[in-house]
């Protein structure tokens, strides 16, 4: 058996992930690491370093670029050994192990690879998208019930949200900043609350700038839902927001010049909707690649997931909708 402390020359390394002293940290969302070879045998070393056990950060190993994983692994707090597989036959086989949870719910920390072969890093797509968002984004509750009182991660899969959908059908590789309850100007509040929640909030937590050697053919955002829990029907409310979202799209066109971008609304509320359509037409005037894509309020006869989230068939239905304006968008053919 080789062991392969793992960097950028030994795996591919996609998504929002950082190379340490101890290997490759998977941050955000559908972060991953890629590679293959003439192997039989592979497994890892893997810490976590989650505080709750229904919060632990979940991981998907997919194998000869399946489009579902062949396991998922709950990552325990700690270093611990992971299995991929385990057999005698050596094959041509390509792994790719992804982030499933969001940053905040726990990191990934892979440190080796051990195989029975060879390995390499596979190359990269042509077609990059980046995606920003909320819990929407980050595949929140596909897995759970409508009837579930209680989020756990195990029921949270980036790989089951329409953004992802999306992005595997127009072949792009994917990389995200999404953070379930983030907005622009407040995070989710209940209704008996009036101040708004402001301690983490996407405009601090992406980034801009940090990633430049990742160029996205075009940047697509869904941020508002939480807002509207602390917007309401307050119209002076509604300014601040647009006036924040505006000014939040411009820094990233600042720093993405030639990258279209994209703004989607509406899945889950709809009180946002005519604010971030006016964003985009501003950004528009101002000589911003921004365009607006309304998206169909889901319907509770596709079902619904953990805390009235969208089901696996609404994100289904949303991936066909934006994949067809982004292929207009890009004049990319199917």
Request: charge should be negative.
């Amino acid at each position: 058996m080789q062991k392969y402390k793992l960097g950028k020359h030994e795996v591919r390394v996609c998504g929002k992930a950082v190379e340490t002293d101890a290997g490759i940290e998977l941050v955000h969302s559908a972060s991953f690491i890629e590679f293959y070879g003439e192997i039989g045998k592979v497994s890892m070393k893997i810490s976590g370093n989650a505080d709750e056990s229904d919060f632990a950060a979940y991981v998907g190993v997919f194998l000869n670029e399946g489009d579902t994983p062949e396991t998922v692994w709950k990552i325990q707090d700690g270093l611990h050994h992971y299995e991929i597989c385990w057999t005698s036959e050596k094959k041509n086989t390509v792994v790719k192990v992804m982030k499933l949870t969001e940053m905040q719910y726990g990191a990934v920390q892979i440190h080796s690879v051990d195989t029975d072969g060879n390995i390499k890093p596979t190359e990269p797509k042509e077609r990059k998208l980046l995606f920003i968002g909320d819990s929407i984004t980050a595949g929140y509750g596909v897995n759970g019930e409508q009837s579930d009182t209680v989020f756990t991660t195990k029921t949270e899969d980036v790989t089951k949200a329409y953004p992802y959908l999306t992005a595997k059908e127009v072949s792009a590789d994917p990389w995200y900043v999404c953070w379930s309850g983030g907005g622009i100007i407040s995070r989710w509040i209940p209704p008996e609350t009036e101040l708004p929640l402001t301690d983490i909030l996407m405009p601090e937590l992406f980034e801009t700038g940090k990633d430049l050697d990742f160029i996205p053919g075009l940047i697509s955002i869904n941020l508002g839902t939480n807002d509207a829990s602390y917007t309401r029907d307050d119209e002076g409310r509604k300014e601040k927001f647009g006036a924040r979202y505006l000014a939040f799209v411009r820094r990233i066109s600042e720093v993405y010049p030639d990258t279209p971008i994209l703004l989607q609304y509406g899945l889950m509320e709809r009180t946002l909707l005519p604010a971030i359509q006016t964003v985009a037409e501003e950004c528009s005037r101002q000589g911003v690649k921004c365009y607006f894509l309304e998206l169909p309020l889901m319907n509770k006869n596709d079902g619904m997931g953990t805390g009235d989230h969208p089901s696996v068939m609404t994100h289904k239905k949303t991936a066909h909708i934006l994949k067809e304006k982004i292929l207009e968008l890009m004049d990319w053919k199917e």
